[in-house]
């Protein structure tokens, strides 16, 4: 990549982000199409949000993802915002031509689980309800998806976010409950969606949400958790001889979709999917 006096930015803001995977698997795609552009990242107190995004309009920056703890901060700064982004509370990605915010977390898991499996009128089980979740259960009853079961530690959380998602009316049939009732839903479910960190790296020998022996061969399980690669679930998937998602495609779906809405492009997913295997130490 040559960085010239033309070269267009585009980049992460949140804290910390020296470990992101995203500055790799968009300079891959760049350097891939032969485009004038380079990703960095910006490690960006909470204070300072707004400059942030008034130094960037001064700078001509073309697009920003938003990582933790900006998600939900940054909104009040935008000019606008994408209506499933509206609906989730949470921004990822914001596209400087008009000031506009959009959450491509979802779309990026409900693609990763769409390789698989079709999502429409599928019995889908999330344990989780925290911004992980959130972006993918809307994704989920936009999808078509037939009964969303939302678990967690905290019931109230899930309960909560049951209730935004029936508000849409994306989706007629949410139920919540504790995760440790988890068992008793998957003898039902087509996919199983796990959105909390267990397993995620340093802590890899976490106990997972669910063993071998309480899934079918049928379910598809899909861990958001991408490092490892392998986590404890989808371990515990393969031995079933269930289908595993890995989480790394949610982060490389996410991105492709950001890429779009910042260049007007179709990413290049093998040469974003390579760069984020090496990144991982897949190859
Ligand atoms: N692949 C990707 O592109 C991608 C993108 C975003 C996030 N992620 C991953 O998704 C995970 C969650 O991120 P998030 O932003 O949703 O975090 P978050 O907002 O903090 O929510 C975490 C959720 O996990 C639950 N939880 C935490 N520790 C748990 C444990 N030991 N056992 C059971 N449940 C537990 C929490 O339950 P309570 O409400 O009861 O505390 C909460 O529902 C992280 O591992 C992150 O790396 C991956």
């Given at each position: 990549m040559k960085i010239k006096g033309s070269t267009n930015i585009v980049g992460l803001i949140g804290h910390p982000v020296e470990h992101s995977f995203s500055p790799p698997m968009h300079n891959a795609a760049f350097d891939k199409?032969?485009?004038?552009?380079?990703?960095?990242?910006?490690?960006?107190d909470s204070n300072n949000l707004k400059s942030a995004i008034d130094g960037a309009k001064s700078l001509n920056i073309k697009g920003f993802n938003v990582t933790i703890p900006h998600k939900i901060g940054?909104?009040?700064?935008?000019?606008?915002?994408?209506?499933?982004?509206?609906?989730?509370?949470?921004?990822?990605?914001?596209?400087?031509?008009?000031?506009?915010?959009?959450?491509?977390?979802?779309?990026?898991?409900?693609?990763?689980?769409?390789?698989?499996?079709?999502?429409?009128?599928?019995?889908?089980?999330?344990?989780?309800?925290?911004?992980?979740?959130?972006?993918?259960?809307?994704?989920l009853a936009r999808y078509g998806a037939d009964t969303i079961t939302l678990?967690?530690?905290?019931?109230?959380?899930?309960?909560?976010?049951?209730?935004?998602?029936l508000d849409s009316g994306l989706i007629t049939e949410i139920k919540s409950d504790s995760i440790s009732e988890i068992n008793s839903y998957l003898s039902d479910a087509d996919i199983l969606v796990d959105t909390t960190p267990r397993g995620m790296h340093p802590h890899t020998d976490d106990e997972p949400i669910a063993r071998a022996e309480n899934m079918q061969e049928d379910l598809v399980v899909f861990d958001a958790v991408y490092n490892p690669n392998e986590t404890v679930l989808i371990k515990e998937a393969i031995k079933a001889g269930a289908k595993p998602v890995y989480g790394i495609k949610m982060l490389l779906y996410q991105g492709a979709e950001s890429f779009k809405i910042w260049t007007g492009r179709k990413a290049p997913i093998d040469v974003m999917e390579k760069a984020l295997g090496e990144t991982l130490n897949l190859e």
């Open positions: 199409l032969n485009m004038d552009y380079a990703y960095v990242a910006f490690d960006v940054i909104m009040q700064f935008l000019d606008e915002i994408d209506e499933v982004a509206s609906l989730i509370g949470a921004v990822n990605t914001i596209d400087f031509k008009n000031l506009k915010g959009y959450n491509t977390d979802g779309i990026g898991a409900v693609r990763a689980i769409e390789e698989v499996t079709n999502i429409k009128n599928k019995n889908v089980v999330v344990a989780g309800a925290g911004g992980a979740s959130r972006a993918i259960s809307f994704y678990l967690n530690r905290n019931v109230d959380r899930a309960m909560n976010l049951a209730e935004d998602i």
